[in-house]
Every structure is written in C-alpha cells, then in structure tokens.
C-alpha cells in the first residue's frame, strides 16, 4: 500500500508535500518532443511518421523560461533535475541551458537521459564543463538486428556503446544504461546485456514494458516481470537484494555476489512504488505533470507569459504538488484488469521523458 512507503518523516519550511505526504524532490524537464530514434514501445513510426506534427519552436520553453520554473522548484524543496526529451541533445546550446541551471541555489544534481545517438567525446566533455553530474543512455539490445529493430532507425548498438564510453571518459558517471524489456522482442537479450556490462562500471537497469500514452499497444502478456527477469539473471549468476540509497528510489538494486558490480529493474507494473514518488514532470511546452501515467497537465507556461509573478508561479506550483492524489500503477495493480492502453488518453512519454 502506498501508506507504507511513504516518507513520513518531518517537513521542512521549504519543503512541499502532497495529499500523501510524499515531498517534491524531483523535476524532470522534457526539452522537445522530437527524437531521432522511433522506438516501438515509444514513438512507433506508424503513428510517428514523416507527416507527424511537432511542436512549433515557439511554443517550446526557451532557457529563461526553464531557468525560471527550475529556480522557483527549487524554492519547493526540488533538488535534482533530470532533462529529457524526446531526445535533449537535439536541443540546441544545451550546455548554456545547463550552465545556468547548475548555479541555481538548491540544485545539487543534474541527470540527463539520452539514446546516446549524438552523445560524442566533445559533447559529454561539454555537458560535464557545464554542470551535468550523470548520464542515463536507453540501450534495448546488444543485438544489432534485434536494437535496430526496436530503434526502427537502423542506429547499431555499437554506436550506443562508443557514447558510453565517451560519457565514462567525460566524467558523466556512475553511467546507467536503461534495457526495457518487451516479451516476444528481446526478453533474450537479457543475459547477454548483464555480460556486456558485468565488471564495467556501468549500471544496467532493466525496465518492465509500461502503459505508458497510448501509441505502443501495451498489453499486460507483454510484460517480462521483475520476477521473471531476476530469475533470468540467477541461471548464470547469483545475485543479492540491495537497500535502496535514497528515499523515492525508482529501481530495485540488485548485486552480484563475486563483486562484479550491480543490476537494477524498475518494476512499476509487478512491484508499484508510487507510496515512494517525488518526481514532477515539466513538458517542453510548460505543463508540469505529476505523474507518468498522467492524463491531463497543468499549464504553467499560460500564466507565466501573461507576466505572473515569481510568488503567483511559485504557488501554483506548491498548489498543484499539494493537491497531487496520484497514484495510478497501485490502482493498476489493484483492479488486476489488463488494460490495452488505447483508451483514455494518457499522455505519451515522448512528450514528457520518462
């Protein structure tokens, strides 16, 4: 139950805390909807395609907006920022975007998730220069056909590998390495993606298959379980339970018992932990989102361009979170019905990061 993961522990004069006493900690920040890839399971190109409309630039937040709304989080209690897309590094001077949000007061992380396709030496060089702490890439396969399959771009893996490499050299670690696992598509690329990555430094994630939008036909048989997943890792090699290390923690953490590092799984479907969630989402347009699975945002963007105060925006913001009631994988899970994920509209996670 969600009341049993809760962080009940005291608020702060700053810090903001919704109907379940769940604080603000987290604000991931979509910088675009466009993305070079057209993953199945994200923007299949049937739906994505050459005639797809993408947001006008215009209607994108432009640095000072972003600035802004992330200082004013920060006066809430958010501490780290995550930017993603779409795919970020296709916005450009991203660096100066960063360097501005690294000198803001109260924000001592900064992540970014990338597919790892524009992430040279140079760039993560310049991303570390200007503020970013650690890196995410999303590699579904070490298996060139079966990861261009997926990408549906033809990107190989081995391109995704170089970008590790170059985001390890940069600084930009502990680098984590996200695997989303679809049965009847790469459910097999379980073992050989905890290979490549065993003894390397790199945290590999596997995530369960979600309902996230309404685009990738999600369908609960589909789901490869963390159960299922751990157990998979277990016919090669023994692997023990982690504690998390801190608080709203998304990935169960897992190590290998001969020290060859550790693997996590998000298992939001099986093993929901919403009681556990601090993370707000910002659209590229300026709708915060407080939750993935989310149908409706709140515009933000509206009122701050018809020149709301900082103190307007600021409330609406700690308004928003402490109305927050949120938590839609529990409520999945309880229901134990399978939902086709083409009926009510959830927004997709191109458009807010995941």
Known sequence: MLSDLTDNSAPSASRTTDTFGRP??????????RCNFRCTYCMPRHLFGSEHLFLP?????????????????????????????GEPLLRRELDVLIGRLAALDGIDDICLTTNGSLLTGKRARELKAAGVNRVTLSLDAIDDDVFKAINDVGFPASKVLNAIDNAKAAGLGPVKVNCVIQRGVNEHQILPMVEQFRHSDV???FIEFMDVGTSNGWRMEEVVTAREIVDTVRTRHAISRLPATTPGETANRWTFDDGAGEVGIIASVSQPFCGGCTRARLSAIGELYTCLFGVHGRDIRGPMRAGATDAELSDLLAGIWQRRDDRY????????AERQGDADGRVEMSYIGG
Do not use: N
């Open 329 to 336: 994988s529990e409520i999945r899970g309880e229901q134990t």
């Open 57 to 85: 630039r215009a209607a994108l937040l432009d640095f000072d907006e972003i600035e802004r709304l992330a200082r004013l989080a920060a006066g809430l209690g958010v501490s780290k920022l995550r930017l993603t897309g």
């Open 203 to 205: 945290v590999l994630r």
């Open 24 to 33: 603000l900690r987290d604000l991931r920040i979509s910088l675009t909807d």
